[in-house]
């Protein structure tokens, strides 16, 4: 009687140690797939940041001429002043334009 219950024990065990094989399987195939979305997703986050940092340095570049043009704004509209001269609305309508983008231009620069 006691090599029966000892059969039935050890295959008891035996099928308790394959359960166990497979559930570990199953959490290491897990940890693969989180593996591979993770990289996935630091490769994409990269190439954002990349492209986050090329955009910043394009908003720079951009500033740099508006900043240039509302140099010239200025000289307009200190040399219109003394001569009585007055700007173009057409005129008027660009400069606002020019300090509207360079205002988002600063915004986005940093």
């Known amino acids: 009687m006691k090599t029966i219950l000892d059969k039935i024990n050890k295959a008891y065990e035996l099928e308790a140690t394959k359960t ?3 559930k570990h399987e ?3 195939g897990l940890v693969q797939d989180i593996l591979v979305e993770y990289k996935k997703g630091i490769d994409v986050f990269q190439q954002a940041r990349d492209f986050e940092d ?3 340095t394009t908003y720079k570049q951009s500033l740099s001429f508006f900043n240039n043009a509302e140099g010239i704004i200025n000289k307009i509209e200190t040399n219109s002043k003394e001569l009585g001269v007055e700007i173009p609305k057409d005129t008027l309508t660009l400069f606002t334009k020019i300090r509207m983008y360079k205002k988002d231009a600063e915004t986005k620069s940093k």
């Open 20 to 22: 166990e094989l497979a």
């Open 26 to 28: 199953v959490e290491l």
């Open 54 to 56: 090329k955009v910043r």
